[in-house]
């Protein structure tokens, strides 16, 4: 598999990234031993970086990544964790602690569920309005100084804040939503992040399903799914983004490949600096976004895909209102 490195001081790793985090919980029941095969088989085409974070299902994925990673070399992987995000034991979420002392506990925890030494990078979830982002990466310098971590990324931030932490310690990546139908990136933070040497980890690079072309106005309904939960899979919102996905269809069809293989591919045809992360749980649909690392899309492909999908083409948010008046990343750079 082609590699790509994590901006100018950080790893190298391959074209394609695997996004665990739906192994544990969110998107409806997972099979646990489908799970760990299906990381088993990325690693097998190639994959080797893992992305994961400690407050998902309250440490269970850490748990799961470490099981399926229990025979792999260390140094065959590299595993991004993100951090801060406080949960209830009813699993409800309550806030964020990016404190240096905070961030010292939740890493000691993330490397004994992992069963590692080290963390090859290591990331806030999001911003904590009540901890200056300089102190909090400069915790996380002195991680890096120490040993326990390798490098710094960021998650879902602004311009502003992308610059404030890069004064302080080198950032490698910034892992930020980043789809077809979801490019607000585009506006400033893709542009400041290329300026500074810093890569794009793009998650959501399916829009969680919905132009996956596998989803329906029936999907998720026999368990408990997140998605059902967010504005662009609700009413009025999920009619006109499933017609999106039916553009997209069509337009895959014209190709030879499948949606989701024209997404993924879409996401990583927009630069070299930008590592598309697959959210895959099962073998049979890695298997389809692997499809992706091997398709070509030409000039005209990107024309037509470019005239089907304008930025700002989605029906709703990607967050319910109250999550995304906590994204950084929604905030206008002001230089």
């Known amino acids: 598999m082609e590699q790509r490195k994590l901006g100018s001081t950080g790893p190298t790793v391959s074209a394609l990234g695997l996004g665990c985090m739906g192994m544990s919980e969110v ?41 399926a990673l229990k025979d792999v070399p260390r140094e065959k992987v590299q595993i991004s964790v993100k951090f801060g995000a406080l949960r209830g034991p009813a699993g409800e979420f309550a806030g964020m ?17 992992l069963g590692t030494d080290h963390i090859d990078v290591y990331r806030p979830a999001r911003l904590d ?8 990466i400069g915790g996380l310098a002195d991680l890096v100084k120490a040993g326990y971590i390798r490098h710094i990324g960021l998650s879902e931030v602004g311009s502003d804040t992308i610059r ?15 789809s077809l139908i979801e490019r607000g990136i585009e506006r400033d933070i ?7 040497g810093i890569a794009i980890t793009a998650y ?3 829009a969680r399903g919905l132009i996956s072309g596998h989803w329906s106005k029936d999907s998720g309904k026999t368990g408990r799914d ?3 939960m967010t504005p662009r899979f609700q009413g009025a919102n999920l009619d006109a983004n499933l017609a999106l996905a039916e553009q997209l269809r069509v337009i895959a069809t014209e190709i030879g490949a499948t949606p989701a293989q024209v997404a993924i591919a879409w996401v990583a045809a927009q630069g070299k600096e930008i590592v598309p992360l697959v959210g895959a749980r099962t073998r049979n649909r890695l298997t389809e976004a692997l499809g992706a690392a091997k398709l070509t899309l030409t000039p005209a492909h990107l024309a037509a895909l470019a005239k089907a999908f ?3 083409v989605a029906s709703g948010t990607r967050y319910a209102a109250e999550q995304m008046a906590h994204l950084d990343s929604e905030k206008p750079a002001t230089r």
């Open 27 to 67: 998107y409806g029941p997972a099979d646990r031993g489908e799970s760990i095969a299906t990381v088993h088989a990325a690693l097998d085409a190639g994959i080797t970086l893992l992305d994961t974070g400690d407050f998902y299902a309250m440490g269970h994925n850490e748990m799961l990544v470490r099981e």
């Open 97 to 113: 602690d990016t404190r240096p002392a905070a961030t010292k506990n939740f890493l000691a925890y993330s490397l004994q569920r």
């Open 129 to 136: 309005a009540n901890v200056p982002i300089e102190e909090t």
């Open 164 to 178: 404030r932490a890069h004064a302080v310690h080198p950032i490698a990546d910034l892992q930020i939503e980043y």
């Open 190 to 196: 893709l542009k400041t992040c290329r300026e500074l």
């Open 204 to 206: 959501g690079v399916l």
């Open 226 to 228: 997140y998605r059902l």
């Open 310 to 312: 304008p930025p700002d």
